[in-house]
């Protein structure tokens, strides 16, 4: 077998991409600042996952490598102010996210990508000006945080989540001036 071949090897590949991707450029953390370097790094660490899940097609984490690799694009972009393009890699990863969800209700991992998919998707629309369907992806967002947190219920980084949500949520609402909803 061939090492281009090894399902480790390329998980590891796929891991490493990314990191190098987030010190490149990654929202909420310190970076480098380069999230065209990052971008790049991404699309690797994207190809590698999609390369991964032709060899071991029943590999749930192969699959969320895929997702993942359209979520750090989506933040590359949106680190360029190229939010529609920033868009798109969401909704790319999203769908999967919400495919593993539906084949397995108690994924929580799946469950808190997609809610941080929708966040991603929240604040390019605001960026966006474009002010409804950052409401529905914050009200989304606010919901897959709440369903995490009651599933956890002792875990003090979901409270923390709910909060963050419920702080996007008041933001895009003000903006929208439906301060009945705040």
């Keep these: 077998q061939e090492s281009g071949d090894d399902p ?31 971008l790049e790094s991404y699309r690797k660490s994207l190809q590698i996952a999609q390369r991964w899940r032709e060899i071991a097609p029943n590999n749930r984490d192969a ?42 209700p108690s994924d929580d991992r799946s469950l ?5 998919s929708w966040q991603e998707l929240a604040t390019c629309y605001s960026m966006l000006g474009r002010f409804e369907p950052a409401l529905e ?11 995490y947190a009651a599933r956890h219920p002792d875990d003090t980084a979901a409270k923390r989540g709910v909060a963050a949500a419920h702080d996007g949520l008041g933001s895009v609402v003000q903006g929208v001036g439906r301060f009945d909803q705040a």
Excluded: C, P, T
Excluded at 12 to 30: C, I, K, N, P, T
């Design 8 to 38: 480790q090897i390329l998980a590891d590949l796929v891991s490493g991409y990314r990191r190098v991707g987030m010190v490149q450029y990654f929202a909420g953390q310190a970076n480098l600042g380069d999230s065209k370097g990052a």
């Design 112 to 116: 808190r990508h997609l809610a941080n």
């Design 137 to 147: 992806a914050n009200q989304q967002f606010l919901k897959l945080r709440q369903e």
């Design 63 to 104: 699959l969320d490598a895929i997702a993942n690799g359209y979520y750090y694009i989506a933040d590359a972009y949106q680190g360029m102010s190229d939010y529609e393009a920033s868009i798109e890699a969401a909704r790319q990863a999203q769908k999967i996210w919400q495919s593993m969800l539906e084949q397995n």
